[in-house]
């Protein structure tokens, strides 16, 4: 299972964050392995100026599991 998030920064509308939390990290790199992400990744660096990706552990319960 996971959830995806699009944020906009507020003095740069040109600035996103996407944020995706996913049930664990063999769902995730089973996800990253289908053939539109394996080609996404091939021009991303052509399409965006700059991109970080930052794998993050969640230390408190979701907010939906309240």
Do not use: G
């Not at 959830?3 to 996800?31: C, S, V």
């Not at 394996?38 to 700059?50: H, P, R, S, T, Y």
């Amino acid at each position: 299972m996971s959830e995806y998030w699009l944020h906009q920064d507020r003095d740069d509308p040109a600035e996103f964050t996407f944020y995706e939390n996913w049930t664990n990290r063999a769902e995730w790199d089973k996800h990253m392995e289908k053939p539109h992400l394996q080609k996404f990744a091939e021009v991303k660096d052509k399409i965006f100026e700059l991109q970080k990706l930052r794998l993050m552990t969640m230390i408190c319960d979701p907010v939906s599991k309240r």
